[in-house]
């Protein structure tokens, strides 16, 4: 399985997954430019996509909807550019070509948000992004896989010294805003074992968080837990800089 996460913030989200003659998209934020020239930079064709797994309707994540909407897109929300679309819902699981995709029910300000368990022959992929907590019902769907891209969206000290009004910041804090460091990281260590191979951190807040944070976070966890996972290579995304899996 080859995994391209093309961007990942506020300004959009994307990413690519492959195996063998499958293709999938998780989501596609940001802007026309930018997700052309990324799919081009990892040597792959648009058309050749099997299917568009949108997590939300949050413009971050679909703006660019409508370049893909000749495709199959599967979502549990509602979306207006997406001409053949298939429901989907929390607990279902899809065979689609060459992978299998679990959808996970969340917990976010925008309605009917899922992530995704994608699985090859070997290979487990965990993409939950977009949530305020993680519910306890997922957690047997989302243990023990091989790569992790998962929420680590702010610092709470760093996020109350920013400018944003009150309100906005007790969004982001509640239980359907984002995901802060020290829960991120206590969720991946209760949640990982000896076959995890990548974590990445995503969907950091470029205001109210930095790689640094996040990832000096999710090691002052482990120390706490007294885990040392040798074999887990695990980074922080940026906004615009395409991360790959192998």
Excluded: W
């Amino acid at each position: 399985m080859r995994i391209d996460l093309l961007c990942s913030g506020s300004k959009g989200n994307s990413c690519l997954i492959r195996h063998k003659d499958t293709q999938l998209l998780i989501d596609c934020g940001s802007t026309k430019k930018y997700l052309m020239e990324s799919f081009q930079k990892v040597g792959a064709c648009v058309d050749d996509t099997n299917g568009v797994l949108i997590s939300h309707a949050h413009s971050d994540h679909v703006s660019q909807l409508k370049h893909f909407k000749h495709l199959d897109v599967y979502s549990y929300c509602d979306l207006k550019d997406a001409l053949d679309k298939h429901d989907v819902f929390p607990n279902q699981k899809m065979i689609i070509n060459d992978l299998s995709v679990q959808f996970i029910g969340l917990s976010h300000d925008s309605p009917h948000t899922i992530g995704f368990v994608v699985e090859s022959e070997t290979e487990k992929l965990v993409y939950v992004t977009d949530t305020g907590y993680v519910p306890n019902q997922i957690k047997p769907y989302i243990a023990n896989a091989d790569h992790y891209i998962f929420e680590s969206n702010h610092d709470v000290n760093r996020l109350m010294q920013t400018k944003r009004p009150m309100f906005l910041k007790q969004r982001i804090l509640s239980d359907s805003g984002h995901l802060n460091n020290e829960d991120s990281s206590l969720n991946l260590t209760s949640l990982i074992n000896m076959k995890t191979k990548n974590i990445v951190l995503a969907h950091l807040s470029e205001e109210a968080n930095t790689q640094d944070l996040a990832l000096d976070t999710f090691s002052d966890v482990l120390l706490r837990k007294d885990l040392h996972p040798s074999k887990v290579d695990v980074r922080a995304a940026k906004q615009f800089e395409i991360l790959t899996i192998e």
